[in-house]
């Protein structure tokens, strides 16, 4: 099995996800930012056709999610050794979303020792790099984050696992 076939296959392993009152403070944040009606993926009732997820009504949920889905998967396939080179660095990942936070204004409520980045030499051509975020506040936020590549960068893949609704998460 290949680099690139790793993923293919369906995990099944399911973070714990038990602090049902960060659910209530997004609810709540969202009332109080003026997002509009929020949708509930916590199993919540109402029609979903013009209501916003969560993470939508959330200054932080809306920045955690384009750091997270357009940010380092753009940033990744643009310039892979621009950030392979800044998740090495110590705390680097943490250094790269605290920045973009305060640039935008929004408190960053996590340390750096919430953050992990791990790599593995797959063999003599590829290579993983993990990136562990905190526990997703919001659905679709990421739990982990792969960056998969060859050596050259003429293959590279990036694969999410992310919080899904009732307190799931999928790839």
């Given at each position: ?42 199993g919540g009732s109402g029609a979903q056709g ?36 800044m998740v090495s660095k110590k705390d680097g ?23 992990s980045v791990n790599g593995l030499k797959i ?49």
């Open positions: 099995m290949g680099l690139f076939d790793i993923f293919k296959k369906k995990s099944s392993a399911t973070p714990d996800r038990n602090d049902s009152s960060k659910e209530e403070i997004f609810r709540k944040e969202g009332a109080q930012n003026g997002g509009g009606p929020a949708f509930d993926p916590f013009n209501m916003k997820p969560l993470y939508m009504v959330s200054e932080l949920g809306r920045a955690l999610y384009q750091i997270e889905h357009v940010g380092l998967r753009d940033h990744f396939f643009n310039d892979p050794e621009s950030v392979l080179a990942i943490f250094d790269f979303i605290n920045f973009v936070l305060m640039k935008n204004g929004i408190k960053n409520p996590y340390r750096a020792s919430d953050f063999d003599e051509d590829n290579s993983l790099i993990l990136i562990e975020f905190p526990e997703p506040e919001f659905t679709p936020l990421v739990y982990r984050m792969y960056f998969a590549f060859n050596k050259t960068f003429t293959k590279k893949e990036i694969y999410t696992i992310e919080a899904a609704v009732n307190g799931g998460a999928f790839l």
